[in-house]
């Protein structure tokens, strides 16, 4: 059974950083495509960045892009996100998920509607 297990969410300062993992564990890792979303209250959730199965290619959004980065090792089954520079705008509760590889091409994609297996998401608070 697939399983995405998220952690490393906590209080930050702005202008702080943090690293999220996410653990998967009932499929191998290789095959599969990561997503990161997030979700702050009242709002939809988006998301954020993505990785194809052999960590060759990314895509972040532009709300992100030169403060996150995303990467993966899939020997310790593991996708990482590494959050610099983070702004109160960046509270939110992060979700990784996964969709297999195949048929999906060489590329990811930040779209909900790609993935079908969700972890149950870590909160991440940005404040002073």
């Known amino acids: 059974q697939v399983q995405l297990v998220e952690s490393g969410g906590g209080l930050v300062q702005p202008g702080g950083s943090l690293t999220l993992s996410c653990a998967a564990s009932?499929?191998?890792?290789?095959?599969?495509?990561i997503g990161w979303f997030r979700q702050a209250p009242g709002k939809e959730r988006e998301g954020v960045t993505c990785i194809t199965s052999s960590g060759g290619r990314t895509y972040y959004v532009d709300s992100v892009r030169g403060r996150f980065t995303i990467s993966r090792d899939n020997a310790k089954g593991t996708v990482f996100l590494q959050m610099n520079m983070l702004k109160p705008e960046d509270t939110a509760v992060y979700y990784c998920a996964t969709t297999p590889s195949a048929f999906r091409g060489t590329s990811c994609s930040v779209s909900l509607s790609f993935y079908n297996s969700w972890g149950q998401g870590t909160q991440v608070t940005v404040s002073s």
């Open positions: 009932g499929f191998t890792l290789d095959d599969y495509i």
